[in-house]
């Protein structure tokens, strides 16, 4: 057992894990932040896309000893249900999502692209969505709620620190 | 009775807007379940932990058809925080039961069907490759998977049928020996002395072999369940991420247990996708309540994705051997078809579902005079079979419109030409075809020619130039679709709270669809009750009384009529309660918006919310003239509520057409879809957001299917595509942005007027797509393609074998 410590969502937790345990199972186990979701073991879904050290990582992939000393933000730390982060509302608003299970992946994903500058171009959005699967959407929606915040919000998406 | 109405002009065109200017039926109401899904607050099944609960992990089998000789538990005993080995025997001698099939019906043609015992554990053979033979119940995951990679399974391997096309050799060995030809069953339908004498006449046959490939449904979340025992009522309780709990409660109790349904509570929270895949009882659904109540201790089982490419029941696996005969002017005379499905190893619950009602559909929106249909359902040694989004409709709709376009390019007409002189005309609706399908309404041609414009389909030339100045080949495809939507019964209660709030209890159930939003906007629409107060309740055995479930595109339709009759109970016991309140003959109050009104005296009026609280009264109600204090009928003493029914009896054909265009790199086979046009007649839109959303997502799927998806074993039986490293899913970057529109017919055989709209695109999609890609490799030679169109299946159509250079 190792001891880890990761500030999440701008809160320091020390845990004891074993070598193996995977971040994502760490923040859902051992932080009780089941937002973040696993939707597949080979890293192609980015269902479990959290920020890590404010650029998206997939959570399934990093092991947790390897965030020690990390800061990672989660989907619980972004907007509340009355006050929704702008990347949250506007997925209400574009209908973004259906089942919701890859949603709190796309809407990291969709804040870090937005950070990086080229969510003003529909072919470079897609591009930048290939490793986050949706099942439902069809995407052109996800595609829309993300270029609709590069257009008028794309300071509450800063350097990747969104809290 | 106070009626409702709702109703759009027949064939008005329409581009969804999203403007919203009021929050009834009809408006694009943005989603009341998103802000709870958008913070990370969704209440899937993963997210619940028990006290003390365990992990469940099953043991399965690496092989695809094999006798078991030996099962040796002993080099895991000793195994850390192991708690329990569970094996097929120990569940015989626990006397619960097998899966059951309940999709074949007791008027299938030729003699009945082949049963097949299925145990959720295997106790003497496996017949496919991820057969569960032991559950490990231990305190961590990680210890069930040290124990499970201790236990020693011998087994004694015996001939695979891995496929489709293995199963129907010659001499293929049996799955079941039993079932000779590995066939379940054979349905027939029409008159196949009529269809055979339609091609006596015929001047011209087009014959060919359409094969639907098996795909796998891939919900996001991969399905996970909890079961727990209660040992003082002596009741089990499963939470589980199945597509309709009550369904799983009736197996469970009637079926598994044999006890009261009383005894089994089945909840589900938010489920992440379905799309078929999850509609039936799985075994591990199974084996947690199982375990559980041996252990005493809650136990749960995650599948993780490629546990559930194993094990997950898979969707489509088609050949349909089909002529059809014509005129020379491209009259269609008849047609004669022969359709194998794959049903998979063994039946589950809907397995037989696809073959049975896809082939229905096989006579499309033509007009075909005379037609047999043989299905035969047949067992390989894969995965059992079930429904995936459209659930034979997109199998039948590939037929029909491939054979057209195969007849269009022998006659030498146009796609379009050529459905134009088969369709079925308005004027012939109700129309039943030679096969016993009722079409109540639908305008087959206009349909085609707005999507035709919305399209812009006859300025292609000028795109296929720009394309091939870029080196691309370019092509069409069209298809006219019709399926058949809802289906058995349906109820729904409406209760109003002592506060004013309504909920409604949903015997429909939404996992990814809406449907808080969507019932509710029609609560709010019949009730006059702001959206806000009111919230839909779903998924819980324990609180609603019954129900069906969302499946085949049924909800709006039997969900929201069954609403409506509720609704409509709710106003009327309220009325009688209002008359007392206002001092007025019930029948002169007339119920707007949610106002109790005395139209006809002095326009007095009470509010529902008033007359809803006054249902609660601890001590009668106040008058309104009067003032005085009367006491309230017994009936109307206990609270506001209503129970609506409904049955889609007959059912509803939604249709509609479906373009598609393609880029084709000559050079490595790529196909790019750069071009999706959609225009459905779903009937009455409840909410045009929602809707489209729904068939944006069926297009998707469609696509998925045509160009990436298939699930491949090899010889052997062996699952290739087990990840999603091997089994390609749609991405953002495959599609374009779609052209969507819509175009009415309400249909009358619901009180709504709405048609099924969830699976469309799935079911008109993928034929167009297939056309547009043997279009773009019409200089090749090409005549027809099988999906999935990938680069290498494409390049190989491009270069056959002997004629590269």
Same mark, same amino acid.
């Given at each position: ?102 949603? =709190? ?50 300071? =509450? ?7 | ?181 590995? /066939? ?22 087009? /014959? ?574 090409? /005549? ?22």
């Amino acid at each position: 057992m190792n001891e880890v410590t990761i500030t999440v969502n701008g809160v320091p937790e020390t845990h004891q894990v074993e070598p193996r345990m995977l971040l994502v199972h760490f923040l859902r186990e051992l932080c009780g932040l089941t937002g973040t979701n696993v939707g597949c073991d080979t890293t192609q879904c980015g269902c479990c896309t959290v920020h890590l050290d404010g650029r998206a990582v997939k959570s399934c992939t990093l092991l947790a000893v390897q965030a020690d000393g990390s800061e990672v933000a989660t989907i619980e730390g972004l907007g509340t249900s009355d006050r929704l982060h702008p990347m949250q509302e506007s997925f209400r608003e574009h209908h973004a999502l259906q089942c919701g299970y890859c949603t =709190s992946g796309m809407v990291m994903q969709g804040i870090d692209v937005v950070r990086s500058g080229i969510g003003h171009d529909e072919r470079a959005v897609r591009e930048a969505l290939e490793g986050n699967l949706c099942r439902c959407t069809g995407y052109q929606n996800i595609v829309d709620a993300i270029m609709d915040v590069a257009r008028n919000a794309p300071d =509450s998406c800063g350097d990747g620190s969104v809290r | 009775m106070n009626k409702i109405v709702n109703e759009m002009p027949a064939g008005t065109v329409v581009t969804p807007s999203r403007q919203l200017n009021h929050s009834g039926i009809g408006a694009p109401v943005r989603r009341r379940e998103d802000p709870r899904l958008l913070t990370g607050k969704g209440r899937f099944a993963d997210n619940i932990t028990m006290t003390r609960q365990l992990r469940g992990y099953v043991l399965r089998s690496p092989v695809a058809h094999a006798k078991i000789k030996r099962i040796d538990v002993s080099p895991a005993l000793d195994v850390p925080g192991l708690v329990a080995i569970l094996t097929g025997e120990d569940y015989a001698a626990d006397g619960w039961g097998d899966i059951p099939c309940v999709s074949i019906p007791p008027n299938i043609t030729g003699g009945g069907y082949h049963a097949t015992p299925f145990p959720p554990l295997a106790t003497d053979r496996v017949l496919a490759v991820g057969t569960g033979v032991a559950f490990i119940v231990a305190e961590t995951l990680a210890a069930a998977i040290d124990v499970a990679e201790r236990i020693e399974v011998e087994y004694d391997e015996l001939p695979v049928v891995p496929t489709l096309e293995a199963a129907l050799a010659d001499n293929a060995p049996l799955v079941w020996p039993q079932a000779k030809g590995n /066939r379940c069953f054979t349905h027939e339908l029409g008159d196949a002395a009529a269809a055979d004498a339609a091609f006596e006449r015929a001047e011209h046959v087009v /014959r060919a072999r359409i094969r639907n490939q098996r795909v796998a449904g891939n919900p996001m979340e991969p399905r996970t369940c909890i079961g727990a025992w209660d040992p003082g009522d002596m009741r089990w309780q499963l939470t589980s991420s199945t597509a309709n709990p009550h369904r799983i409660r009736l197996i469970l109790a009637d079926q598994i247990l044999g006890v009261p349904a009383h005894r089994v509570h089945v909840v589900a929270g938010d489920v992440g996708g379905g799309f078929g895949t999850k509609g039936g009882i799985y075994p591990e659904e199974i084996l947690v309540l199982w375990a559980a109540q041996r252990t005493g201790r809650p136990v749960k089982w995650v599948s993780d994705r490629s546990e559930a490419f194993l094990s997950d029941f898979n969707g489509r696996d088609q050949i349909a051997d089909a002529e059809f005969a014509f005129n020379k002017d491209g009259t269609v005379l008849g047609a004669r078809i022969v359709v194998n499905h794959n049903l998979g190893c063994q039946l589950g619950p809907s397995t037989a579902h696809p073959p049975l009602v896809g082939t229905r559909m096989l006579s499309g929106v033509y007009a075909i005079p005379a037609m047999h249909v043989t299905v035969n359902g047949i067992f390989t040694n894969s995965r059992t079979l079930t429904t995936y989004r459209g659930a034979g409709r997109p199998e039948a709709t590939l037929v029909v419109e491939r054979m057209m376009d195969l007849a269009a390019e022998e006659l030498g007409l146009a796609p379009d030409e050529i459905r134009r002189r088969n369709f079925i005309r308005p004027n012939q609706m109700p129309y039943t075809t030679c096969i016993g399908e009722t079409y109540d309404c639908g305008e087959f041609e206009a349909i085609m020619d707005e999507a035709l414009r919305l399209a812009d389909w006859e300025d292609f030339a000028a795109r296929r130039a720009d394309s091939e100045a870029r080196g691309r080949l370019r092509g069409r495809g069209l298809a006219v679709y019709i399926e058949v939507c809802a289906t058995i019964s349906e109820r729904m209660e409406v209760r109003f709270d002592s506060a004013g709030g309504v909920t409604i209890l949903a015997g429909t159930f939404s996992y990814g669809q809406g449907h808080e939003t969507s019932f509710v906007q029609m609560a709010h629409e019949w009730l006059g009750v702001p959206i806000e107060k009111i919230r839909l309740l779903q998924g819980d055995t324990d609180k609603i009384a019954t129900g069906r479930g969302s499946f085949g595109s049924r909800s709006m339709t039997v969900g929201g009529s069954a609403l409506k009759q509720a609704c409509e109970s709710v106003i009327d016991k309220g009325t009688r309660l209002a008359a007392i309140m206002l001092e007025v003959d019930p029948a002169e109050i007339v119920f707007e918006s949610g106002l109790y009104l005395w139209k006809a005296g002095d326009q007095r009026s009470v509010t529902i919310d008033e007359v809803a609280k006054a249902s609660f009264a601890w001590k009668g109600v106040t008058t309104y003239a009067s003032g005085a204090l009367k006491s309230i009928p017994a009936d109307l003493w206990s609270g506001l509520e209503g129970i609506g029914h409904f049955s889609a009896n007959p059912q509803n054909y939604p249709n509609g057409c479906y373009i598609a265009e393609v880029e084709v790199e000559p050079e490595t086979g790529q196909v790019h879809l750069v071009g999706v046009t959609a225009v459905d007649d779903v009937g009455n839109v409840v909410n045009p957001l929602l809707l489209e959303g729904q068939i944006m997502g069926a297009i998707a799927q469609a696509a998925g299917q045509a160009l990436k998806e298939k699930v491949v074993h090899d010889e052997t039986g062996q699952l290739l595509t087990g990840a999603y490293t091997d089994y390609a899913m749609p991405q953002a970057g495959d599609f374009p942005r779609f052209k969507l529109g819509l175009r009415s017919v309400p249909t009358a055989t619901n009180p709504l007027g709405v048609k099924g709209g969830a699976e469309a695109g799935t079911v008109g999609l993928p034929p167009a797509i297939v056309s547009a890609v043997v279009d773009a490799l019409r200089p090749y030679g090409v /005549r027809d393609l099988k999906m999935p169109l990938t680069p290498m299946s494409v390049w190989e159509a491009m270069n056959p074998e002997g004629e590269e250079e």
